[in-house]
């Protein structure tokens, strides 16, 4: 596995439960602004990573589960974040700003 995907899954083992980030504040957050792409690519590969991954909380800039196909079934990625009190209409997080975790202030310390 690449230094790369192990920086992002590090992270993203960081989300509590009942926030979402986007794939851009990943890649700003290791220092690779601009690599959103790269990191829906470590997302997609995150099923087959121990420990467990909680893809499911990254989304796209605009708060929709653009990730959900790359789950065991298109439903699962929703189904989750609404087990976690999220609400989802037609594929986009309702009130994501307040549901996105600002994760430069939470982690940076």
């Known amino acids: 596995m690449n230094d790369f995907y192990e920086k992002v899954y590090a992270v993203v083992r960081k989300i509590p439960k009942g926030k979402v980030v986007s794939y851009g504040d990943i890649a700003e957050f290791i ?7 790269t ?9 087959n990573v121990s420990p ?13 589960l653009t990730g959900k196909h790359h789950f065991e079934f298109p439903t699962l990625m929703q189904e989750l974040l609404e087990s976690e ?9 309702q009130n994501f700003e ?12």
Not at 52 to 64: E, I, K, M
Not at 85 to 93: F, L, P, S, Y
């Open 39 to 47: 990191v829906g690519y470590a997302m997609n590969n995150a099923h």
């Open 52 to 64: 467990t991954v909680p893809a499911h909380r990254v989304v796209n800039r605009n708060g929709l």
């Open 31 to 37: 220092g690779t602004r601009g690599s959103a792409r």
């Open 85 to 93: 009190g999220i609400e989802i209409i037609n594929d986009q997080i």
């Open 98 to 109: 307040k549901v996105r975790w600002k994760i430069k202030l939470k982690l940076k310390a």
